[in-house]
């Protein structure tokens, strides 16, 4: 299996700050890696494909990047409605596996 | 746009079974790879199993902790996507969300998730 790995596991940070969160995978994966947001008590929500494509609807503050087994999202300007956990996942083989998530608070 | 609704969580014991229902709109199910993905309480996201479309014989793939319990299927003229889960122990207990795949094989639409408990 291949093993998702997130850093950090959680981080602080201030309205406006410019947040970047690290995901390695165990093996290479090419461009085939997703993110997502999830709030308290919600669905997750599909941010990001093939590493670095916007699902639709997905405000360009978000932009991901990588390929192989290192790869990051970028939140170039957090507001309020941004805090959250994100998670990647890897959809290169089977089974299809997630990152532990990293949990952005506010400062 | 795509709607996802899941249904038929609720509690059961260990050993027992459970369906999972997830409705579907928006979309022609046939069409689309399918998913359930599920959280246990106060963790991260697993991936459960996926079903192929029509046009890849609805083929399916299983995580291995759920492997031989689990069966999915569905029903293409209802909308529908089922769960069937069997031999049911306490961790499997989670919300099971139901997930539409794109054509190029990422997740794009959730549903809002039904919880399962499994404790006796």
């Known amino acids: 299996d291949i093993q998702m790995t997130q850093s950090p596991s959680s981080l602080s940070a201030s309205v406006g700050d410019r947040v970047t969160i690290t995901c390695r995978a165990s093996?290479?994966?090419?461009?085939?890696l997703a993110w997502f947001q999830q709030k308290p008590g919600k669905a997750p929500r599909s941010l990001i494909y093939?590493?670095?494509t916007l699902q639709s609807g997905v405000p360009s503050k978000f932009s991901g990047s990588g390929s192989g087994t290192e790869f990051t999202l970028t939140i170039s300007s957090l507001q309020p409605e941004d805090f959250a956990t994100y998670y990647c996942q890897q959809y290169n083989s089977y089974p299809l596996t997630f990152g532990g998530g990293t949990k952005v608070e506010i400062k | 746009e795509a709607q996802l609704v899941e249904s038929g969580g609720g509690l059961v014991q260990p050993g027992g079974s459970l369906r999972l229902s997830c409705a579907v709109s928006?979309?022609?199910?046939?069409?689309?790879?399918m998913e359930w993905v599920r959280q246990a309480p106060g963790k991260g996201l697993e991936w459960v199993v996926r079903?192929?479309?029509?046009?890849?014989?609805?083929?399916?793939e299983y995580a291995a902790s759920v492997k031989g319990r689990f069966t999915i299927s569905r029903d293409d003229s209802k909308n529908t996507f089922f769960l069937q889960m069997n031999s049911l122990n306490t961790e499997d207990t989670a919300v099971y969300y139901c997930?539409?795949?794109?054509?190029?094989?990422?997740?794009?639409?959730w549903g809002q998730g039904t919880l399962v408990t499994v404790s006796s």
């Open positions: 093996q290479g994966i090419s461009s085939y």
């Open positions: 928006g979309f022609t199910l046939s069409d689309h790879y």
């Open positions: 079903s192929r479309n029509k046009a890849n014989s609805y083929t399916t």
């Open positions: 997930v539409k795949t794109t054509t190029g094989n990422h997740f794009d639409y």
């Open positions: 093939a590493a670095s």
